[in-house]
């Protein structure tokens, strides 16, 4: 069974660093990770990626700010966010792709940032 199962979110101040961590299990030939948020009364939208050659992405509103990695022997992706803002406040979401066409999600982690 695929699980992918997020961890590190809580609340911190304006100009604050959380690290979100992502761990996944049951996946064989995993290939692309990411991240994605949705904000309260927002769609959902995408932050960041990192390919199976470690190559990345960012969303403009977080290039320079976040720092996605991932450590393939684990299938852990993480996403190091650095100098927060309000409105980075969110669930956060991560995402892997693996096999051929699937993509599976996870359950969610709240980011919270108070000004």
């Known amino acids: 069974q695929v699980q992918l199962m997020e961890s590190g979110g809580g609340l911190v101040q304006a100009g604050g660093s959380l690290r979100l961590t992502c761990a996944a299990s049951?996946?064989?030939?995993?290939?692309?990770m990411g991240w994605y948020r949705q904000a309260p009364g927002k769609g959902r939208e995408w932050v960041a990626q990192?390919?199976?050659?470690?190559?990345?992405g960012y969303a403009d509103s977080v290039k320079g700010r976040f720092i996605i990695s991932r450590d393939n022997g684990k299938n852990t992706v993480y996403l190091q966010m650095n100098s927060l803002k309000p409105e980075d406040t969110a669930v956060y979401y991560c995402a892997a792709d693996w096999g051929l066409i699937s993509r599976s999600w996870g359950k969610g982690t709240l980011v919270t940032v108070s000004s």
């Open positions: 990192i390919g199976s050659g470690d190559n990345t």
């Open positions: 049951g996946i064989s030939s995993l290939r692309g």
